[in-house]
């Protein structure tokens, strides 16, 4: 059973941080690119970061480059987004799903946790 489990949502202020975590479960996680996307309500979900099996390739969308960084420890089947100088601009759930590296901005396959809010308001 593949199992997505993200955390560390929350509200902080404008210009604030947060690190979310991605915990996977029931399929081979090292062998596997994983990425971030985002909704905010009315909105598409988007593209925010991805990150290859290997961690030697990332991809970030414009709006997030130079404020996010992902990483991932395989040893703890686990992907994590730093997210620093947050904007309101930011806010939606943000999920967790695999991708690839020469389609970072969509998941690869439709299993999705039940994702982590996040609300950048002062």
């Known amino acids: 059973q593949v199992q997505l489990v993200e955390s560390g949502g929350g509200l902080v202020q404008p210009g604030g941080s947060l690190r979310l975590s991605c915990t996977a479960s029931g399929f081979t996680f090292h062998n596997y690119a994983i990425g971030w996307f985002r909704q905010a309500p009315g909105k598409e979900r988007e593209g925010v970061s991805c990150?290859?099996?290997?961690?030697?390739?990332?991809y970030y969308g414009d709006s997030v480059k130079g404020r996010f960084t992902i990483s991932r420890d395989n040893a703890k089947n686990t992907v994590y987004l730093q997210m620093d100088s947050l904007k309101p601009e930011d806010t939606a759930v943000y999920y967790c799903?695999?991708?690839?590296?020469?389609?970072?901005?969509?998941?690869?396959?439709?299993?999705w946790g039940q994702g982590t809010q996040v609300t950048v308001s002062s």
């Open positions: 990150i290859s099996s290997n961690n030697g390739f990332t």
């Open positions: 799903a695999t991708c690839r590296v020469y389609q970072p901005k969509r998941a690869a396959y439709d299993y």
